[in-house]
């Protein structure tokens, strides 16, 4: 056996262990759209009891689009209806700060849960990201969306039309430092969806973002004045950054993470596990509000109302105009690209199991900050994904809302990715041994 078999192997062994059942392939969001809409009183989901432990909780927000549903489940009553009648939801000024609240909590000044980056809450319980890497635990209760984030360049290289393909940019960035200027390529988190996103796409054209280009963080609101001013050749970040950028004409979409990896998780809803376990009724009655406002954020009908919602001083504080295409799936990309009407990579909030939480998925996250050096191969992803991924409790919530397109299985399957790689859950070890560019630690 080889060398690298034997890697890989030991790897899997590691790294394994995400349900073996095929995902069951349903087609009846439609219906469960329908039975979800069921009006339930905090009577009805609380029937063996009394109302949640507590109606308070502090829950944190980056000015995102894919907040969309902790805005609404505010503004429409969802949080008032299970009873969490007194639920705070701040915006946070950068993903550290929500770290560092998180840690806190709200019994310290900080926060209970947030809308969140769904690798932030393994590299927070681990300590990976945190200070004397004393872990914090956490648990996602949902997923709040899938796909929807872009990645953007400046215009000085609009003549690219850069696309999937990085290898030209690779040139135009060597080109570059020769005539002795820095190349940089902005994130929001290091190890997180963005860092994730930015990372790929540039090496899977060749571009190390370890050595050919400087990876700095930046938060989500400050994108656009930085690109302007020339921090940064490239970034990564969701909506309305993006769409803004380009309207500003100060550079152009390269592309929507969709295209990396067509309905890919993204943010998750995540609190506290201290909370949860102190809380669980309160928890749930958290789940449910969100749940059901996903499902309203899903609904065509709704996207210009959600647009405005986003777009208030209190949440985003952004134009209308650079929210309400792309929230519809409109897609004018800039500098010149075609324009795409109804586009197939439009953020979802409940389509397509858009809001339960695969473990599958997440040990493709865990897997790949192993890949970036932040966390450690020896990582035992399985444990990691069973202490933080609480699906169980989705489950249990999506039977009060009356949703009957549960997933079958944890698992989504084997994923494919635009480039032909392929991430077996089954053999996370075989993913890494096939990529060329990495940085273990």
């Not at 000024?93 to 560092?100: K, P």
């Not at 803004?244 to 390269?254: C, D, F, R, V």
């Not at 795409?340 to 900050?369: G, L, Q, R």
């Amino acid at each position: 056996m080889s060398h690298d078999a034997k890697t890989s192997d030991v790897a899997n062994a590691l790294l394994s262990g995400v349900s073996r059942r095929s995902v069951l392939q349903v087609g009846g969001y439609a219906a469960a759209t329908l039975a979800a809409a069921r009006i339930l009183s905090p009577s009805g989901v609380f029937a063996q009891g009394a109302g949640p432990e507590t109606t308070k909780a502090k829950l944190g927000y980056i000015a995102l689009t894919d907040a969309g549903p902790l805005f609404v489940a505010k503004e429409k009553g969802f949080f008032d209806k299970y009873g969490m009648t007194e639920v705070e939801v701040t915006k946070q000024s950068s993903w550290g700060t929500t770290r560092d609240n998180i840690v806190l909590g709200s019994g310290g000044g900080g926060i209970d849960g947030a809308h969140i980056l769904t690798p932030m809450p393994y590299l927070i319980t681990t300590g990976a990201v945190t200070q004397n890497k004393a872990g914090t635990p956490m648990s996602i209760l949902a997923r709040l969306n899938v796909a929807g984030q872009c990645i953007s360049v400046g215009q000085e290289y609009a003549d690219l039309k850069l696309g999937l393909d990085t290898k030209p940019f690779k040139e135009a960035l060597e080109k570059k430092k020769a005539s002795g200027k820095d190349v940089k390529a902005a994130m929001t988190f290091p190890g997180g969806t963005h860092d994730l996103w930015i990372r790929y796409w540039m090496a899977a054209g060749g571009i190390d973002p370890n050595k050919d280009i400087q990876t700095i963080v930046v938060p989500p609101p400050q994108m656009v004045a930085n690109m302007k001013v020339g921090t940064m050749d490239t970034f990564c970040v969701c909506e309305p950054w993006n769409e803004q950028l380009k309207n500003q004409k100060i550079g152009y979409t390269a592309i929507t993470t969709g295209e990396l990896w067509d309905k890919h998780p993204e943010k998750a809803f995540a609190l506290r596990t201290d909370y949860v376990e102190k809380n669980p009724k309160a928890a749930k009655a958290l789940l449910l509000a969100v749940m059901e406002a996903q499902q309203w954020c899903e609904k065509m009908e709704n996207k210009e109302e959600l647009a405005a919602i986003c777009a208030k001083r209190n949440w985003i504080g952004a134009p209308l105009a650079d929210i309400v295409d792309r929230m519809k799936g409109k897609f004018d990309y800039g500098a010149g690209k075609p324009v795409v009407e109804n586009s197939p990579y439009i953020m979802h909030f409940w389509k397509d199991h858009a809001s339960y939480p695969f473990k599958s998925h997440d040990a493709w996250f865990i897997t790949e900050d192993i890949r970036w050096g932040y966390l450690p191969g020896t990582t035992d992803v399985k444990a990691l994904v069973d202490k933080v991924n609480r699906e169980d409790l989705w489950r249990e919530a999506a039977k009060d809302l009356g949703v009957s397109d549960i997933p079958a299985s944890t698992s989504r399957g084997v994923e494919k990715f635009f480039d032909g790689k392929v991430f077996d859950p089954e053999k996370p070890g075989d993913y890494l041994a096939s990529l060329d560019i990495k940085r273990m630690a």
